[in-house]
Structure formats: C-alpha cells, structure tokens
C-alpha cells in the first residue's frame, strides 16, 4: 500500500515538473528560463531561474525524489544547543578568521635614486634663436 502511494506521489511530482519546464518564462536577453509560477513540492518558487548558459547546475527531477524518499533528521532539527549549534560553529570558526587581502601581503618596492636627464643643447636652454 505505500509503494502505491508512493507511486502516486511521484507521478504527481513528474506532472509538476513537466508542466515546470513546459509553462516557463523564456528571458532571451539573459540567457535564462525562469519559473512562472510555485511549486512547492518542486522546491521551486515563483521568479527562480531554472536554467541558464553558464556556471548553472539546473535542479535534477532525481533529486528531488531523493529528498522526499530520505528522512533526514539532521536536516529537520537543528543541532543540541549544548553540543554547540549552528550560531556556535559561526562564531568559533567563520566570524574569527582574519581576512587576508592583498593590501596586507603587499611589499612595497624599493626607491633607487633618481638620476637627472641628459640636458637638451649641452644645458645651454631650449632657445633656438642664434646669438649674435
């Protein structure tokens, strides 16, 4: 009896996604296609891109059966306060890194002397009228 209702729920979660990909807003100039509308057993709302030319992972259809076939309790219920939790992890690890830029590892280079140009005319000027 659950594998029956389970079949059911992924043939309504493939209808979803077929009617995603079908019904989605095409923007040319940007390359994407986004989501027109909610779909909350897809994990999708209203204005997600769903797919684009580049540096895109699109969300896989398998993926998301996994995820409703995998009773994650980690992902339910937030760490044991005592063990330490998320704001613990964040304060001891992520907000205490000292940040490395590139001003900090900068050397500066050294000054050598500056040596004077060779003058124009043997230093006599720039005047090109002849002296009588």
């Known amino acids: 009896m ?7 729920f992924v ?26 509308k ?22 896989e259809f398998f993926d998301i059966v996994k995820e409703y076939l995998e009773l994650d309790t980690e992902k339910a219920l937030p760490p044991n306060a005592t063990i330490g939790g998320w704001g613990k992890f964040i304060r001891n690890n992520i907000r205490k890194q000292k940040p490395t830029t590139r001003a900090e590892s900068y050397v500066q280079p050294k000054k050598t002397p500056k040596k004077a140009q060779q003058q124009k005319k043997g230093g006599r000027g720039w005047l090109h009228a002849k002296l009588r």
């Open 38 to 59: 909610d779909y909350s057993k897809l994990f999708v709302e209203q204005g997600t891109v769903i797919m684009a030319t580049r540096d895109f992972k699109p969300i």
């Open 11 to 36: 043939d309504e979660l493939r209808t979803d996604w077929k009617s995603l990909w079908r019904n989605r807003l095409e923007d040319k100039v940007r390359a994407e296609g986004i989501a027109k």
């Open 2 to 8: 659950a594998t029956d209702n389970m079949k059911e």
